[in-house]
């Protein structure tokens, strides 16, 4: 099943990482948006999702994970229900 993924950035070296990191992992079949957090388009997602650090990935409007990841990324439904049990997103 594809999911929506959306990188929230702030330009910075980190952030490519992780935006590199999610691209390598993701299937053709998933969307990736990568957000300038501080772009017009992006404030009302940043608050809808309690957006306050970068980078910042939703998943389906279900998960949130901070920061660069710190594991493989891939794509799989045990993996997404894995994130979805770990980073809940919350607001």
């Keep these: 099943m594809p999911h929506r993924i959306q990188i929230f950035t702030g330009g910075c070296e980190l952030c490519r990482q992780t935006v590199d ?50 594991f493989p990324w891939y794509c799989g439904e045990e993996f997404y229900r894995k994130l979805e049990k770990e980073f809940p997103l919350t607001v």
Excluded at 31 to 60: C, F, H, R, T
Aim: aromatic share 2%; proline share 6%.
């Design 21 to 70: 990191i999610v691209e390598l992992g993701k299937c053709k079949g998933c969307k990736m948006d990568v957000l300038p957090i501080d772009a017009e388009g992006s404030k009302v997602l940043v608050n809808q999702y309690g957006v306050n650090a970068v980078p910042s990935i939703v998943i389906d409007g279900r998960i949130k994970v901070v920061g660069k990841p710190t």
